[in-house]
């Protein structure tokens, strides 16, 4: 059985976490508060870049869909499904909770 999150779910989280960053980078609070818009964003943006530079290097349309993305790559090395989700929400999980610490100093 496939989780699949569709334009709708993925357009409405996109703008939720374009939102979240733009209210947290248009603070009157600084650095900090830049920082931890980035921060909010890590995963997302590292996977983009990360694509972004494997297709241009490797001579594949940037527009179009592949299987080499990340989790892609974890599940072929024979990782299942749910340890991937784990790692990846893990990782999210730890970006996010940088971004809290950083602005409760």
Known sequence: RKVFLGDSGSMS????????????????????????????????????????ARRAASGHPLLEGDRSHTYDVLLRTGLRLPLVLALHWSVTLAAGMAAVLLLGR
Do not use: D, I, Q, Y
């Open 13 to 52: 989280c996109g703008f939720l976490l374009g939102l979240s960053t733009l209210r947290l980078g248009n603070s009157a609070a600084g650095p900090p508060m830049h920082l931890a818009a980035w921060l909010v964003l890590a995963v997302p943006l590292v996977e983009v870049a990360a694509t972004v």
